[in-house]
Structures are given as C-alpha cells and as structure tokens.
C-alpha cells in the first residue's frame, strides 16, 4: 500500500499556510499556548456563511480548501480529530448546567459531533463519497492515512482528503495545567529543547493533505506505511524494525527521524533509545506548532516538504549526521509512552 | 473475489437483555426495553428511554472488573459485549495480528457531567478522568483489558459509528493488515444526548414508532455490541455465526442534521452494499431498517428501499422500538440482532407500528416470522449525512 501526497494546506501556530515559515523562519511565542496563524479565510468560505462557523470549522475548512485549491477535487475524505469540536461541546455543557437542561439551543450540540468537520467539509466540497472520523488520541491521525492507504489500495478512490485537527480551548487548557502537563516558566518555543525542565507546550493545528493513487506534478513524497499501538511497556527498537521490515526496509535506510520530542524531560527520554541505534539525522517540531494530539500530521508536513526540499529547516534539525540527499523519512510520535505511531515517508 | 470475513464471536447488550439468549427471548416475545428513565436526575426523566437496568458496580461485576470513578458507563457496557464476543470466538485475549475499532459519540460524557466542574476550578486533579472523559479511552481500556495492543482505533460518525466499524474491520483484515478484529459500538444514555436531542425537537414524547404514520420521533436508547470478525483462514476451525458479505458508505453532503429528501444516497448505500457482496436485490430475504421513528428518516428511507426494491420488497423492519436508538452502538446491536435472525431462521418484529405512512404504504414486520434467512441488509444513517448499509449472510 502506497499514497502520493499530493497537495497539502495547513494551518498552524506557523506561518504554514502561505510557505513564508520556509523564507522567513519560525514564530517565537513566549507563553504557553501556541494558538494558529489563522488566514483571512474570506478566500476560502462564503462570508455570510463564515459568520455562523466555529472556529475549529473554519480552521479545518480553511485548510481542506486550499489543498483542494492547490491539489484536486477528492473522492472521499477521512480525518483525525484527538478531542473533536471541543468548544462547542463545552458550550452545551456548560447551558445544558446553566438553564436546567431548559430551552437550549441545538447548534452547539449539532456541532459537537464528532464528524461534523468531516461532513461540513463534504457539503462544501459537494463530496459524496466515503466520508470517516478517527477520534483516537494520538493515533488519530495515523489511523487517518492508513484509511486512505486502504481506501486507495481497494481501487475505490484515485483522491482521499486526510487531516489531522485539534483546537485549543482555554477550558481544556485550565484542566489540564492544573494536570501539570504545560512549562510554568521557560515557556519560550525556540529553547523548548534547551535545559532539563517537566512540561511543555500547548498547540493547535489543522493540517491537510490530499493523497492520490498517482503522483502528480507537484507531488511531494510518497507515504509507504503507517504502524500504531498501545503499550506502556514496549520495546520500541523492536516495533520499528518490525514495521519497517514489512515495508522491505531497515533501520539503516532510515536516513532522517522526525522525532516527536516536546520538551517534557520523562515524555523525551522514551525517543533515546532510537534516537541512539541509528546514524540518521534527528529533526523535532513540536516547538513550532506544540503539543496537541494530531501534531503528527503537523510531522507529516515537515517530512514531506523536506523530501521535496531537499533541505531541513535549520530550526528543525537537533542532529544532522547525513548530508547528501533525504529519502526515506521515519516519523514517530508517543502519548503518555502509552499510544504510538509510525508513518514513513519515501522520496 | 475479495477475501471473506466471517463472525466468529459477537457479545450484546441492551435495554433487552445481557447475552444473546436473553436478547433473542425478548425479540420472540416482543418484548420492549423502552420505559421510564431511574438511574440518573434530569429535567427530562418524562422522556421514554430504552436503559439498561443496572447500576455501575451491578455492571462492573458484569464486567468482571472492580468498580471504578474512572470507568465511563459506556465503557463498561463496551467491555461486557466486547468480553463475551472474545470468549465465544474462543480467544482469552489478543494477539498479535488482531486489532481493534471502536465506536462511540457520547462515552465519557457521564463522567463530564459529574466531574468536569471540579475539574474545572481545581477541586477535582485526576489525569486518569480527564482521559477518561474522552471517548477513545473507552476503546482503549477495553483493548488493554484483552490484551490487543496493533491497529486499534476508535470511529465517531455519529448513528452510523458501528457500522463503520464493523465495516472498517472487514476492510482491515481484507488489506492484510490484520487477520482477526474485535469491532463495535458502545454509547450510555447521558443527559448530554438527552438535551441535545430535544432542543432538536426529535425525541417522542410516548415512545418510538417506526414507519408508523404517526411516528413522532426517537426513543434513545444505549447499550453495546462487539463482533469478532476473521479471515477465512483464522475461521477455518471455527463455528462461524455469519458473514460480512458487502457494504458501502456515502456522505449526503446536504445538510449536518437534516435528512437529504431525495434519499439518493441512502438508496446508494443499500445498492453498493448488495453490489459489493456480489448479490441482486431479490437476494436479501429480511432488511433491519435504520428507522428511527423520525418523520424524515422513516419516509425517506421507506422511499429509497422502495427504489432499491421495487415491488419486492425483503422483509421489513425497525428493532428501535426493543431498545431505543442507541447511537453509535446501533449499528452494531443490530448487526448482532441480525445473526440472531440468520441463525435462528426469523425475521425480526417491529414493534409500536400500526398503520403505514401514507406515501409509501410500507407494512414492516409486525410478528416474527419463522423463515430461511440466507440474507440481510442493515442500514446505519447519522448525522452529517453519513450513510452505511453492510449485507450480512449466512456462512455456508
């Protein structure tokens, strides 16, 4: 099984949608909520409609149409959601508290579903194919592309649009910083690496792509496979071998790690051991778009513009080994070292 | 011909019954799980409800686990399907070519609704409800619980989750990726679903009807079912309790909670599903309705099974009027409901129908009827347009 990535648009706490992260270098932000850069989406959606949208909606809309707008129509579309419409479902809760469960308004119910980004995305598109949400944590996105891998092998589609879209809400932020999981202090992005600190930072994203049976002319990479499980207790050396030898490769073809490291010293350590058996370069990202659970697709982004490059953004590289030339890109990418994920990209 | 992927252990629990014996007595007997809301307060306990009757520790005991804060009751009715599914497929736990999908809208949302405020200002810090509140933890615990660490996922699609689970499944172990896969649906009554669909004004004040002319709209329901599903090779020393044979899935892209009119692509649905399995319309002996009890949902898909069908029609019915419609676990239960019919050689009652919508004239079952059953359709619509319909057949 194999997809070419043909298009992509993305949205992030860098300045992803329109390429200038690549002239013009990373954003710094020193607090620990990395929130998108967010386009003037009067391009992209009709503005009486944009009005009345969430803002997850139209980050996800936002996105989807400007890979549309620079790949193809898609036949189906699949995406990965780690908390899904989080904000509405806060506001439903919250009146549903508020007015004893009295005269509520059904929108933000309607748009807490879970698929509601999925099936909005398909009214705009007119798309009336095969239209799926993965909503598992951090293996939502993963779970995303092999659907379309799977969906492209049955010859079903030639074009499946796959996203991987999380938001920031300052509810989810307040629970969970009280669960020590963001920096109290060294909150700057660009040394989130530097130092031995606990936490890490906060991030957002809606990154889009449309895979295609062939490639086309502005195609990117190719996407080989995708592995994902659960364990807290796994040799992670071993699993990657494993995969990688159902795709006929090796540890050693590896020549460059997108490693998922977010600065939280006990969540970093579980990356060491392959980090350490290989030569390849080692590239992070989380300090460019935080730590969210579809920020492999985010990932999957940067490998794919650096097969197409050639090049590693300098803000990414924490150990280049290897000079010449970039062709088979492993991502990997942990939650709590409970949930895990493999992608590997292919010049 | 794609590979064939059979059902070798299924596990179910509703508003009728535990187990499929007492599942099957209540659907001979027509015996309905709907009445009054008793085990949680809301504003709406006036509301007709298809609940399970048992408390969190009567369902944990269920479970064979300890009761737990932590545990959502969508979980534990995830994981005493899930479990007996396994057991009957003769697996003790997983291994390392069996995955996982799970489904669910509403999981973690009882949770949310006694602790979120606590942990919202502070009073509450517990890393473990947090993760919890989230619908995927159901599908995990339950995957860690059995021991299936590959390929496991959680699908929310709304009403249409479990179908496209059990879909997904048979797609899994078709590609390779796996051999065996445990699937299905979860979803507990919650007073967040319980308000949602009534500031939408579906829920019927007396009980669901479907295809009844004067349907007026859902009972909700919960519960949970899981099939194991294998490969042909994996099933080959196995009783076998049915056959996935085809499905489809088709997004309506018309509107997030209105029913597309034309029923073009709930018609889709059902004509892909019978295309896929390699089967003619005249081949599906009984068709287990999405039928909601909705005005739209029960006329458009009376019409788009009359396009499908023409002047003959499969036997006919709804099972919402048993357990209230449960969601993301629809599917799923009624997949189940749906080897049920095929091994028991029944076509399947609905009940609350009296007279037909006058636009189409469907007369769904009404008692069951003893029959050969080679072949079902069951239809799975949510919001958001999302439309499944698979093809369940008997394994010869």
């Not at chain 1, 891998?149 to 796959?162: F, K």
Request: aromatic share 8%; charged share 15%.
């Amino acid at each position: 099984m194999k997809a070419y990535i043909n298009a992509h648009g993305i949205i992030s706490p860098q300045h992803t949608f329109d390429g200038a992260f690549f002239e013009n270098g990373p954003e710094e932000y020193n607090q620990p909520q990395m929130h998108c850069i967010e386009p003037d989406y009067k391009e992209f959606i009709n503005p009486a409609k944009l009005r009345r949208m969430s803002r997850i909606l139209k980050m996800g809309l936002g996105a989807a149409s400007l890979c549309v707008q620079r790949g193809t129509q898609p036949d189906a579309i699949i995406l990965g959601t780690g908390f899904g419409c989080l904000a509405d479902l806060e506001k439903f809760q919250y009146a549903m508290k508020a007015e004893n469960e009295q005269l509520l308004s059904p929108t933000p119910f309607v748009n807490s579903s879970h698929n509601m980004i999925s099936s909005q995305i398909a009214i705009a598109l007119g798309c009336n194919g095969y239209n799926m949400t993965h909503f598992h944590a951090a293996l939502s996105f993963e779970n995303t592309v092999q659907d379309a891998m799977m969906l492209i092998a049955e010859d079903e589609v030639q074009n499946v649009l796959v996203g991987g879209i999380d938001e920031i809400t300052e509810q989810l932020f307040s629970i969970t910083d009280k669960l020590n999981i963001w920096r109290k202090d060294n909150y700057n992005n660009m040394n989130l690496f530097n130092g031995t600190h606990r936490g890490t930072l906060m991030g957002e994203g809606a990154a889009f792509f449309i895979l295609g049976s062939k490639p086309t002319d502005g195609h990117s990479a190719q996407i080989i496979g995708t592995h994902t499980f659960i364990d807290s207790n796994t040799d992670i050396i071993g699993e990657a071998t494993d995969f990688l030898a159902t795709l006929n490769l090796t540890l050693a073809d590896i020549d460059t790690m997108i490693l998922g490291r977010n600065g939280d010293a006990e969540n970093d350590c579980v990356y060491d051991a392959l980090e350490n058996c290989t030569q390849a370069n080692i590239v992070h990202y989380k300090h460019l778009c935080g730590e969210y659970r579809t920020s492999s697709a985010f990932a999957m982004w940067l490998g794919a513009n650096i097969l197409q490059r050639q090049q590693i953004p300098q803000c990414t590289i924490k150990r280049q080994s290897r000079k010449n030339s970039y062709s088979n890109i492993l991502i990997y990418n942990h939650l709590n070292s409970t949930e895990h994920a493999f992608t590997v990209l292919s010049k | 011909m794609p590979q064939r992927v059979f059902i070798t252990g299924f596990g179910i629990i509703s508003a009728i019954g535990i187990g499929a014996d007492e599942t099957l007595a209540s659907l001979k007997a027509k015996r309905s799980g709907i009445g009054q809301l008793e085990l949680f307060e809301s504003a709406l306990s006036n509301i007709p409800v298809g609940e399970i009757k048992k408390s969190a520790s009567e369902l944990s005991e269920l479970a064979g686990i300890e009761h737990n804060a932590h545990n959502s009751r969508a979980f534990l009715l995830g994981l005493i399907a899930a479990k007996a599914a396994m057991q009957m497929a003769g697996y003790q736990k997983g291994y390392n070519r069996m995955g996982m999908i799970g489904s669910t809208t509403v999981a973690g949302q009882d949770l949310l609704d006694t602790y979120y405020t606590q942990m919202l200002d502070g009073t509450l810090v517990d890393a473990e409800m947090h993760r919890a509140f989230t619908g995927a933890d159901a599908t995990e615990k339950i995957a860690i619980t059995l021991g299936i660490k590959h390929n496991v996922t959680t699908i929310s699609t709304a009403c249409s989750s479990s179908a496209n689970a059990i879909m997904n499944g048979v797609r899994m172990i078709r590609s390779g990726l796996a051999d065996t896969m445990l699937v299905g649906g979860m979803d507990s009554l919650a007073r967040f679903s319980l308000n949602g669909f009534n500031a939408l004004e579906i829920l019927s004040p007396t009980g669901c009807r479907p295809f009844d002319q004067n349907r007026n709209g859902i009972t909700p329901g919960e519960g949970a079912a899981f099939m194991v599903l294998e490969s042909q090779s994996k099933a080959a020393c196995k009783q076998k309790y049915g056959e996935i044979r085809g499905f489809a899935n088709f997004n309506e892209a018309y509107h997030q909670t209105l029913v597309n009119p034309d029923g073009a692509y709930a018609e889709a649905a059902m004509r892909k599903a019978i295309e896929t399995a390699g089967l003619q319309p005249a081949d599906i002996d009984y068709l287990n309705a999405h039928g909601t009890g909705t005005e739209a949902n029960d006329l458009v898909e009376s019409k788009a099974i009359k396009s499908v069908f023409g002047d003959h029609l499969p036997h006919i019915s709804s099972t919402k009027g048993f357990t209230g419609h449960t969601f993301a676990a629809a599917g799923a239960i009624e997949c189940v409901f749906s080897l049920l019919a095929i091994n028991n050689n029944l076509a399947l009652p609905n009940v609350g129908f009296s007279n037909p919508i006058d636009e189409t004239g469907i007369v769904p079952v009404t008692e069951t009827i003893s029959m050969k059953i080679n072949n079902i359709i069951s239809n799975s619509f949510g919001f958001g347009g999302n439309d499944t319909s698979l093809v369940i057949s008997k394994a010869e």
